[in-house]
């Protein structure tokens, strides 16, 4: 079975910084993009990051010059770290598999999410 586990969230003061992390299992991670997404209360899911198996990265004009998205293969471990953080980032954090270049996931695999508090 496909799972993906999120951790790293908490909450946290304006400025401060997290790590999340994403363990897959149960497909080759290597033949996948990853990005990672968040849904804040009452709003949509939304695209954060995502990294090309060539190691390219994207990331929502929200995110960028302050979150990092990497990947371990070894590991099969996605990572994003999320410095200055803002009351604007709460939300619940998960990571998918998407087709490369973009956010977009039909594969319809979600982990459970991991909670990030900023306030």
């Known amino acids: 079975d496909v799972q993906l586990v999120e951790s790293g969230g908490g909450s946290v003061e304006a400025g401060g910084s997290l790590r999340l992390s994403c363990v897959v299992s149960g497909y080759t991670y290597s033949s996948y993009c990853m990005g990672w997404f968040r849904q804040a209360p009452g709003k949509a899911r939304e695209g954060v990051a995502h990294i090309d198996s060539d190691g390219r990265k994207n990331y929502a004009d929200s995110a960028k010059g302050r979150f990092t998205i990497s990947q371990d293969y070894g590991k099969k471990t996605l990572n994003l770290q999320m410095n200055s953080l803002k009351p604007e980032d709460t939300g619940t954090y998960y990571c998918?598999?998407?087709?490369?270049?973009?956010?977009?996931?039909?594969?319809?695999?979600w982990g459970q999410g991991t909670q990030v508090t900023v306030s």
């Open positions: 998918a598999p998407v087709v490369c270049g973009g956010w977009h996931n039909p594969y319809n695999y």
